[in-house]
């Protein structure tokens, strides 16, 4: 079995998390951005039919102009790209020894099939995304507490299933060593989510627009993710062949 040293990790890691949020920022600018804009003439639509007279005919201007924000998604996603890149790759130098998988480019894969699922897809399913204009501002930290409070508990499932693989492992062979952390998995996570608060606030918004953004919020975690999977599995499965020569040379 081919190790990764820790530089290499991140190397790898870090390289496939910025191509990946290069990838999904610009189909979020191509694809999603469009739909923020309707959202958002329609929540300043609702806002001017509920001013009073006095204000009629005044606009108030954003703090940060459309403009910006759309750049802005780059920034976003590069941020968002580093952050989990490096904490995927500290964990995946840790964990590589006994993780799913003959060699650097399954591992990898493995690995970021499961990081999919306990950071982006539980998460979003229990508290999907909503485009401008949905939501009370005097929730938002609540609705953030929840958020963070079901990520923390997913990503700790995800460590405790990759315990059991490393458990069961030696006692099993092929796919019934899978088996019992995937059982675990299952478990934990229908309980994570049915017992967790549901979205506090009202959706006011017209329904198709808040389901595509939904919808497109979605694609995109999914782009990211599985850039990012491939990417990091490609790169480690390289790095992982200029170490191999190296060590029979030693």
Do not use: C
Not at 135 to 142: M, N, R, S
């Amino acid at each position: 079995m081919q190790n990764l040293s820790i530089v290499k990790t991140l190397k790898a890691a870090l390289l496939a998390a910025l191509l990946a949020a290069l990838l999904v920022s610009v189909f979020h600018t191509f694809v999603t951005e469009p739909l923020i804009d309707q959202a958002i003439a329609i929540e300043e639509q609702i806002a001017h039919d509920e001013a009073q007279p006095a204000a009629h005919g005044h606009k108030e201007e954003a703090i940060i102009s459309r403009d910006i924000q759309k750049w802005g998604l780059f920034l976003g996603w590069g941020l968002y790209a580093l952050s989990w890149a490096s904490l995927f790759g500290v964990l995946y130098f840790l964990a590589q020894n006994w993780m799913p998988g003959a060699s650097p480019w399954q591992r990898g894969l493995a690995m970021a099939t499961l990081a999919y699922w306990g950071i982006a897809l539980l998460p979003f399913l229990k508290y999907p995304a909503n485009p401008p204009g949905v939501g009370d501002p005097a929730t938002i930290d609540y609705r953030q507490t929840l958020y963070l409070t079901l990520l923390g508990l997913s990503i700790l499932g995800g460590t405790m299933a990759l315990a059991l693989y490393r458990q069961f492992a030696p006692q099993l062979s092929g796919v019934k060593s899978w088996l019992p952390p995937l059982a675990f998995l299952g478990v934990f996570s229908t309980v994570v989510y049915v017992t967790m608060p549901g979205n506090p606030d009202a959706i006011t918004m017209p329904l198709d627009i808040v389901q595509n953004f939904r919808v497109l919020s979605l694609s995109g975690l999914t782009v990211f993710w599985v850039a990012f999977g491939l990417g990091f599995a490609w790169l480690a499965h390289k790095f992982a062949q200029t170490v191999a020569p190296a060590a029979r040379k030693a």
